[in-house]
């Protein structure tokens, strides 16, 4: 069957991995120049299970009113006249319950640590160089009720064989003694020693390498305008998707499935045709800093709950990302949040790093209002979902990959999730919807 995957960032790219194992004629098309040039670029570069904790929970609005016109709020809310930014909001606020909480954690978890398996599969047939580190991931806190309210969504994932172990202040800085001059000021950890880090990039672009190898055809600098419909109801399908090219020549490029991995830019593409995907641009930071002390360098990658940033060691730098801003589709660096991170960041290891000269970037994640992604069928009959990982785009990839390809062609994935116009193999009523609204959208 011939396919062509929107978008080559993780999600598409292991997209495309997948189906061409599976047998498959693939296309994958991007707007930019190369893989991995936009959500994908520079994150915080974690493979988090662990942080599978939907930012929809009962804590989350009252964290977004005290944030309300602070520039360098790790959470920061721009009040827009867009209808997207006021549904997506309220649909939210509706998933912020401690049962949709739960629920949630379930469905990231499931998908998340079935990625993580997956990848480690990857690394096993492939070599790949991406900086990969498997020391675990430790979560601090440096405020006491945060961390005592962490402790029930641990206790969650642990039921779910998430291994989130909670740590005295002592025994976090054991672990990682960069965290030495911070001691007094952290009030309890957790961590998961499954967890992994490792250069998204890195890892992406050599993946689309090794994909080209086996025959996969990757049309760069090719920008999706439409996809084309026939007939209606049970019997619509996609026939073709309208691009410009490398050229700037239209083309209608024809296909037997069609699978939507454009992250963001997957909601303008799919409106026009009633596909109604609850998905939000969060503007997510990073900066990258050349480590100058590698001994005072953290080894173990970080999750700084206080600040909304996690720390990943990419060889001889030092990435740090988070924050997030609700503001569009802008990519514009702000220049108060770029210091932000760079302050905490001396904050936390003063001589590790060169702070003078940083790398600083924006990248656009997909946010749904529950953090659970659109993964599965759509009312087309050809046409697929895999967008709408938010912030842990890097932890599901290659699972939502593997699992695509699977439903693609025509098989139960292994994983127990609520796919996207799917009925899950254990609870025949768990089918995916992101909005409460009662009614599946896609």
Request: aromatic content about 10%; proline content about 5%; charged content about 20%.
């Amino acid at each position: 069957m011939k396919v062509i995957v929107l978008g080559s960032g993780i999600i598409g790219t292991a997209s495309a991995w997948f189906l061409n194992k599976a047998g498959h004629d693939v296309t994958v098309i991007d707007r930019q120049a190369g893989a991995a040039l936009e959500t994908s670029f520079a994150n915080g570069c974690q493979i988090s299970v662990s942080h599978a904790t939907p930012w929809a929970n009962k804590t989350a609005p009252m964290t977004i009113l005290k944030s309300l016109g602070k520039e360098d709020a790790p959470l920061l809310y721009r009040f827009r006249a867009e209808w997207l930014q006021w549904k997506w909001g309220m649909n939210f606020l509706r998933e912020c319950t401690p049962a949709r909480t739960v629920h949630n954690i379930h469905q990231i978890v499931a998908i998340a640590e079935y990625s993580r398996q997956t990848l480690q599969a990857v690394r096993a047939e492939v070599d790949i160089d991406y900086d990969c580190l498997t020391r675990g991931i430790l979560h601090f806190y440096t405020n006491q009720k945060d961390f005592d309210e962490s402790l029930a969504s641990a206790a969650v994932m642990r039921d779910l064989g998430c291994p989130r172990v909670p740590m005295t202040a002592d025994e976090a800085v054991k672990l990682e003694p960069a965290l030495a001059q911070m001691r007094g000021q952290i009030v309890g950890a957790d961590f998961t020693e499954t967890d992994e880090s490792g250069d998204i990039y890195k890892f992406t672009t050599a993946l689309a390498s090794k994909a080209q190898e086996r025959g996969v055809n990757f049309q760069f600098n090719t920008t999706v305008t439409r996809l084309i419909t026939e007939g209606s109801g049970a019997s619509a399908r996609i026939t073709a998707v309208e691009v410009i090219d490398a050229k700037g020549f239209h083309q209608t490029l024809h296909a037997d499935a069609f699978v939507m991995a454009m992250g963001s830019f997957s909601v303008p593409i799919l409106k026009p045709l009633d596909i109604d995907l609850m998905i939000y641009p969060g503007k997510g930071y990073s900066a990258t800093y050349p480590i100058l002390n590698p001994e005072l360098a953290p080894t173990v990658s970080l999750i700084d709950d206080g600040y909304k940033l996690v720390l990943s060691r990419l060889g001889d730098k030092l990435r740090v990302a988070g924050t997030c801003e609700f503001n569009g589709y802008t990519r514009e660096l702000n220049a108060t949040r770029c210091a932000a991170i760079t302050r905490r960041t001396r904050e936390l290891f003063p001589d590790a790093c060169d702070y003078e000269s940083p790398a600083y970037w924006a990248g656009l994640r997909p946010l749904t209002p529950s953090n659970v992604p659109y993964i599965g069928k759509t009312k087309f009959s050809n046409l697929f979902l895999n967008t709408g990982h938010g912030s842990l785009g890097w932890t599901m990839g290659c699972g939502s990959g593997r699992a695509i390809a699977d439903i693609i062609s025509g098989l139960q994935p292994e994983v127990d999730f609520a796919f996207t116009g799917m009925t899950s193999r254990k609870n025949s009523d768990a089918t995916f919807m992101p909005i409460s609204s009662g009614k599946h959208t896609v």
